[in-house]
T-cell receptor, first 111, second 114 residues
Framework: SQQGEEDPQALSIQEGENATMNCSYK?????LQWYRQNSGRGLVHLIL?????REKHSGRLRVTLDTSKKSSSLLITASRAADTASYFC???????????FGTGTRLTVIP | SAVISQKPSRDICQRGTSLTIQCQVD?????MFWYRQQPGQSLTLIAT?????????ESGFVIDKFPISRPNLTFSTLTVSNMSPEDSSIYLC???????????FGPGTRLLVL
């Protein structure tokens, strides 16, 4: 299977704290994308990092990519209750024209 | 970014019946995909909807169970045939535009089969 793994499966933090989620994958990739899903609804695209990039920022989000370890991390700084959601990484594999998703991390931010 | 709509947003169906889900995009896109998300699980790709030709199915998914149409560059349908309770899932349409890396998702169709 090309599905990636994410850890932790669930994370509960206080508002204002930082949240870090990790993603590991198995194949060579063109890019890796992070998504947020609120309560079983559609996916919202957060950020894309290409295979030749090591770090990317977008607002309170910071994504790193280590292709040698086939892993990525998503850091959300100064978390808010509205960040409560499930977060998924998805890899766009070399030679593939679609995304394969990780298992997801369920983040709960306590006000 | 593409704006994607799906119909219906949710449905409750009886075992043995079929449901067709529609996906409409506000711009022409190269790639359209259908994903399934079973309760509490991640997303699994069902198939790539090809315009003017048969869809490309992933392992474990077959055309008889999940027939797909894509008559043009902005519209696709997924039918879930002869449903059983195991088909209860969220079905998501996803698109990617010309020369784009970012893939966008529709709001999903939540299906419950009784």
């Amino acid at each position: 299977s090309q599905q990636g793994e994410e850890d932790p499966q669930a994370l509960s933090i206080q508002e204002g704290e930082n949240a870090t989620m990790n993603c590991s994958y198995k194949t060579s990739i063109n890019n890796l994308q992070w998504y947020r899903q609120n309560s079983g609804r559609g996916l919202v695209h957060l950020i894309l990092i290409r295979s030749n990039e090591r770090e990317k920022h977008s607002g309170r989000l910071r994504v790193t990519l280590d292709t040698s370890k086939k892993s990525s991390s998503l850091l959300i700084t100064a978390s808010r209750a509205a960040d409560t959601a499930s977060y998924f990484c998805a890899t766009d594999g070399t030679g593939a024209n679609n995304l394969f998703f990780g298992t997801g991390t369920r983040l709960t931010v306590i006000p | 970014s593409a704006v994607i709509s799906q119909k219906p947003s949710r449905d409750i169906c009886q075992r043995g019946t079929s449901l067709t889900i529609q996906c409409q995009v506000d711009s022409q896109v190269t790639m359209m995909f259908w994903y399934r998300q079973q309760p509490g699980q991640s997303l699994t790709l069902i198939a790539t909807a090809n315009q003017g030709s048969e869809a490309t199915y992933e392992s474990g998914f077959v055309i008889d169970k999940f027939p797909i149409s894509r008559p043009n560059l902005t519209f696709s349908t997924l039918t879930v045939s002869n449903m059983s309770p195991e088909d209860s899932s969220i079905y998501l349409c996803s698109v990617r535009g010309y020369y784009q890396e970012t893939q966008y998702f529709g709001p999903g169709t939540r299906l419950l089969v009784l």
